[in-house]
Nanobody, 120 residues
Framework: QVQLVESGGGLVQPGGSLRLSCEASGDIFSIYIMGWYRQVPGNQREKVATITSGGYIKYADSVKGRFTISRNTAENTVFLQMNSLKPEDTAVYYC??????????????WGQGTQVTVSS
């Protein structure tokens, strides 16, 4: 099993910044990709940014140039630095861990979610 614990959400004004954290524990060596997703109630969950075990990073076009994903491997923690926040960034942000295909796990692991609200 892998457990993911998120923190760092909150209320921020447009143009402001937040830094989200996700700490992984358990069978962390099974993780291939970690990333951040976001979801508004009634909407599809959207992939925001991902980072592989080898350090390869991808961003959604909607956040490119504003958000930065990074990790502290020793602490099994992934971060999402969010700058120049817009109201449309408002969502519940979820940490995700995708296991290697040859691992014992058949599905991804998810954190509990942390609310990010961008509003004046």
């Amino acid at each position: 099993q892998v457990q993911l614990v998120e923190s760092g959400g909150g209320l921020v004004q447009p143009g402001g910044s937040l830094r989200l954290s996700c700490e992984a524990s358990g069978d962390i060596f099974s993780i291939y990709i970690m990333g951040w997703y976001r979801q508004v109630p009634g909407n599809q969950r959207e992939k925001v940014a991902t980072i592989t075990s080898g350090g390869y990073i991808k961003y959604a076009d909607s956040v490119k140039g504003r958000f930065t994903i990074s990790r502290n491997t020793a602490e099994n923690t992934v971060f999402l630095q969010m700058n120049s926040l817009k109201p449309e960034d408002t969502a519940v942000y979820y940490c995700n861990a995708e296991p290697y295909s040859d691992s014992p796990y058949a599905s991804d692991f998810w954190g509990q979610g942390t609310q990010v609200t961008v509003s004046s």
